[in-house]
């Protein structure tokens, strides 16, 4: 299975519901340019869901960080959330884990742009 | 009017070399990156082989008085960089031991080289009979990409400065820093179990460049630390 991406709005924040692999290919360069044009669309909040995403190569790594990049250094958000098995080994060992924050649910990624003053 | 001896300011142990005047730490004669204060924290250990430097110490003589920054971070990560420049193990060291919630000392034996006695300091030359010698006979061979914690991935760095970098990033927790590298393929993100080919074994305890011979970087060169490898005879 490749990649399906479907959008949907929470207030100002957008998720983007993947599933499937995010994995170097066409697939990816739909998600690298979904994420690029939420970013360019400054200030603005993105949550990704990894939920059902079963594989994540670098070029996916690469694609969260440069969005989380440009997402912040415009005054958006980028979390993510609830990546499982090797996805989130794989974010783990890269550091992403670190950089970019992880919930476990819906609600906390929500509420965390709650207390943010640009998604207020 | 100080009656001692000046002291050294070149120093031997195992196949490193340091020179205390400007600041050079040489494995194998080859430039090893440390600065600041990891080369810093050498050089006093250095001055005491086998003698404990509390870490009360360590944080007088390193950072000027009324200086409030995290001193208990600032010498973990200092130590931490130390020792992968060293190559050493903090549960089973070489060079430099921990004493646990006391501080540190330099275990292995120190050869002082004082050039202001009118002696003239060898050139260092690869001595393999204290190090690690390079192991020609390993270029060429097949070796699999492994991880000892047991995970599935490593990072491999493309070449030894980036190598350098990772661990300079590791060690001031810069968890960006390394995900940018990642983001830039300065890191490869690796599959454990990947094919790789020996291609360059002058620093064997350090690591080896390689060809990676499978996965998402199939035909990329790379630096594989010498714990990521396994299968080499």
């Known amino acids: 299975m490749g990649l399906q991406i479907s959008e949907r709005k929470s207030g100002n924040v957008t998720i983007l519901d993947l599933r499937g692999r995010i994995t170097i290919g066409a697939n990816h360069d739909s998600f690298k340019s979904e994420l690029r044009r939420l970013a360019e669309s400054v200030p603005c909040g993105v949550i990704v869901n990894l939920t059902e995403v079963t594989q994540i190569d670098s070029s996916g790594i690469s694609a969260l960080v440069q969005a989380y990049v440009t997402l912040t250094r415009g005054g958006g958000k980028l979390v993510i959330l609830n990546p499982t098995g090797r996805v989130r080994e794989v974010l783990e060992v890269t550091h992403l884990s670190h950089s970019i924050p992880f919930y476990a649910d819906e609600a906390s990624a929500l509420a965390s742009f709650r207390s943010s003053p640009a998604h207020a | ?233």
């Open chain 2, 1 to 233: 009017m100080c009656d001692e001896l000046p002291a050294a300011t070149e120093l031997r142990f195992d196949s490193y070399h340091v020179d205390l005047r400007t600041g050079e730490l040489r494995k194998h004669g080859r430039k090893v990156r440390l600065a600041g204060r990891p080369f810093a924290i050498l050089a006093l250990l250095l001055e005491q082989p086998g003698e404990l430097f509390t870490r009360k110490q360590l944080q007088e003589r390193l950072w000027p008085a009324n200086t409030f920054v995290d001193f208990e971070h600032g010498v973990n990560a200092a130590i931490q960089t130390l020792r992968r420049a060293l190559c050493d193990s903090h549960s089973k060291p070489r060079y430099i031991e921990t004493l646990p919630r006391r501080g540190y000392r330099f275990i292995a034996a120190v050869e002082k080289i004082n050039s202001s006695d009118g002696t003239v300091p060898a050139p260092f030359v690869r001595a393999p009979e204290n190090g690690v010698p390079p192991r020609i006979d390993w270029v060429g061979q097949i070796a699999t990409i492994c991880d000892d914690a047991g995970r599935n991935y490593v990072l491999l760095p493309v070449t030894e400065d980036i190598f350098a970098e990772m661990s300079a990033c590791e060690a001031a927790k810069d968890d960006l820093g390394i995900s940018l590298l990642v983001a830039a393929e300065k890191l490869l993100l690796v599959d454990c179990g990947t094919k790789v080919k020996i291609l360059d074994a002058s620093n064997p305890d350090l690591g080896c460049k390689v060809r990676i011979l499978g996965g998402q970087f199939v035909g990329e060169k790379a630096f594989a630390s010498r714990a990521h490898l396994s299968g080499l005879s």
